[in-house]
């Protein structure tokens, strides 16, 4: 997708995201500093000015996106958005630090997969009662917030990767057959 789309749709979606949460809350948003056309765009790029309380880096194990303009990317972004009353669940929460080292995993079900080390260190860390994530691709972190014990919700628009998530949380996929006039 043309990138001035791209933008705009991730901006509406982390409005939405906002938007829906309570007053403690905060979004994990997840995503690479990305050399296009020989310069550097950066995930702040994408932020519809909400409050931007931190950034963690997840440096990974290796890298993609070769190439004789810069080094290969060995790091991804996770923005924090946090509302003022967003708190870790106690101070050796903060103890994990702001870089995760966490080796990224391969799936061929998916050209983007992440470990599941990376949404479990967020929940463990922060204990919510509720998880959304808008991009659940093969549910990934819909799993480590099953595994917390933590309701979740996920939004995705790939079949595909819906049944591949369901598989992975043990359950049918849901079918809403055709509407009826």
């Known amino acids: 997708m043309p990138y001035d789309d791209y933008r705009d749709w991730q901006r509406d979606v982390l409005r939405s995201c906002w938007a829906t949460l309570s007053d403690t809350g905060a979004i994990y948003y997840n995503h690479k500093p990305r050399v296009q056309a020989s310069a550097l765009w950066l995930p702040l790029d994408l932020n519809p000015d909400l409050p931007l309380r931190q950034i963690i880096i997840w440096a990974r194990a290796g890298g993609l996106n070769y190439a004789p303009t810069h080094y290969v990317p060995t790091h991804e972004w996770i923005c924090v958005f946090a509302k003022p009353a967003f708190r870790l669940k106690s101070k ?90």
């Open 92 to 181: 050796g929460a903060s103890g994990l630090g702001d870089v995760w080292r966490i080796p990224q995993v391969s799936n061929p079900d998916h050209p983007a997969p992440f470990p599941i080390g990376l949404p479990a260190a967020a929940i463990e860390t922060t204990g919510p009662s509720l998880v959304l994530d808008p991009f659940a691709g093969i549910g990934t972190t819909l799993r480590a917030a099953m595994d917390a014990g933590v309701r979740s919700i996920g939004i995705e628009k790939s079949e595909r990767y819906c049944e591949i998530a369901a598989r992975r949380l043990s359950q049918g996929v849901l079918d809403f057959g055709e509407a009826s006039a």
